[in-house]
């Protein structure tokens, strides 16, 4: 009888103290019963791939472009002060694909930075303004239109260049992300569009672009079109060309 006792007693024991642990368990590990990634109410979004994490960014640098003051003369001032920067950056090597998979909440689509809501201004600010570095190739490249961002002037000099980049040599510009150049940042190179023909997009050579994350909410109808994505390398301020293992600057291929 006192070992059916002992028994009968170590079963309790046994109960209770698995009791203890489950409530201990659940009282010290919060439940996180949401496990979506899209962005929160703050805007915060999750991290993407290699880009970096970098609350404080380089602040903008510009100049006045032959009597063009940097904010432009019209459409957005706060996105042309960002066209139009001209500093160098401390460029973080972040791949082809996390461009790719970089996502922008539809709010901010089509509409002046002025305008945009709290929360998307505050997911586009953790990405934008991030010097970058990437590898890929340029598919082709043109000349852009007139724009209040160079205060609408024309002539060669005057103009953007809109350049497709994608990580494969022969991808279509469906995938691509677009790059720019700037008649400002073009003021410290030798680059040309047939320079860039001959010595990169002829050849199929791959191409290391160095500049700054730049979001572009003008052209969403563009998207599985002529671009990929509406983030972009915005201005572009160094290309270099791998050519036998080597990465030459641009500017070095230039006669």
């Not at 002060?81 to 001209?86: D, G, S, Y």
């Not at 002529?226 to 060309?241: D, F, G």
Request: charged share 20%; proline share 9%.
């Amino acid at each position: 009888m006192p070992s059916e006792r002992f028994r009968g007693m170590s079963v309790w024991v046994m109960i209770a103290a698995f009791m203890l642990i489950l409530a201990a368990f659940y009282y010290a590990v919060p439940l996180d019963l949401n496990t979506s990634q899209s962005a929160s109410p703050s805007g915060v979004a999750p991290p993407v791939g290699d880009l970096p994490n970098l609350p404080e960014k380089p602040q903008p640098q510009q100049i006045n472009f032959d009597g063009c003051p940097p904010e432009g003369s019209g459409g957005d001032s706060e996105l042309n002060l960002l066209k139009n920067r001209v500093d160098e950056g401390s460029y973080y090597p972040v791949s082809f694909d996390s461009l790719i998979a970089l996502t922008w909440p539809k709010t901010v689509e089509q509409r002046e930075m002025k305008d945009w809501p709290t929360d998307g201004r505050a997911f586009i600010a953790q990405y934008a303004g991030i010097p970058i570095v990437v590898e890929g190739y340029i598919v082709n490249v043109r000349e852009s239109s007139i724009s209040a961002t160079n205060c609408d002037r024309t002539g060669a000099d005057n103009l953007d260049w809109h350049m497709y980049f994608t990580k494969g040599p022969k991808d279509a510009r469906s995938q691509a992300v677009i790059l720019e150049t700037t008649p400002r940042v073009r003021l410290s190179h030798k680059w040309t569009i047939d320079l860039m023909h001959s010595a990169i997009i002829d050849d199929h050579l791959p191409v290391r672009i160095s500049g700054w994350l730049f979001f572009d909410p003008d052209h969403p109808e563009e998207l599985g079109q002529t671009r990929a994505t509406l983030w972009e390398i915005h201005p572009v301020m160094q290309i270099e060309v791998n050519q036998n293992g080597r990465w030459i600057p641009l500017d070095k291929l230039a006669k």
